[in-house]
């Protein structure tokens, strides 16, 4: 009987372990889940933020994005706007819009997140 009771003592070890694991990986989702909430519900990059009064000018888009038809496509590719050609055009309907990333800058923003994402799983399974 008592090769039983060691066997059953063992299941209960075991079933007990895998509570507490269960609760550590619930706790690390729960961590994560709050930061990739806070990461999505975040401002935009300040240095893309124009300042209160600043508009939207022709140079402002040729600065930062070279020409007419580049400033076009991030437009189109980040709003989903569709205009006739030419500068007129495209300014009267993006004064009102934050200036889009472009995708270096959003592969920089996404490698940071991954990063601190990174860091707080670290440090979580490190505390336990």
């Known amino acids: 009987m008592s090769r039983f009771s060691d066997l059953i003592d063992q299941?209960?070890?075991l079933d007990q372990q895998d509570v507490k694991n269960t609760a550590k990986l619930l706790g690390i989702t729960a961590v994560l889940y709050e930061r990739l909430y806070g990461l999505a519900n975040a401002k935009p990059d300040e240095k893309l933020a124009l300042s209160e009064g600043q508009a939207i000018t022709k140079e402002l888009l040729t600065?930062?994005?070279g020409n007419y038809t580049n400033a076009?496509?991030?437009?189109?590719?980040?709003?989903g706007i569709k205009c006739?050609?030419?500068w007129n055009n495209?300014?009267?309907l993006v004064e009102k819009l934050p200036i889009p990333?472009?995708?270096?800058?959003?592969?920089?923003?996404l490698e940071k997140d991954?990063?601190?994402l990174s860091q707080i799983v670290l440090e979580l399974v490190q505390k336990e």
Do not use: F
């Open 114 to 116: 991954i990063q601190s």
């Open 84 to 86: 006739k050609t030419g």
């Open 90 to 92: 495209l300014l009267s």
């Open 72 to 79: 076009y496509s991030a437009y189109q590719k980040a709003y």
């Open 63 to 65: 600065k930062r994005y």
């Open 11 to 13: 299941l209960d070890n």
């Open 101 to 109: 990333l472009s995708t270096e800058e959003r592969l920089s923003k």
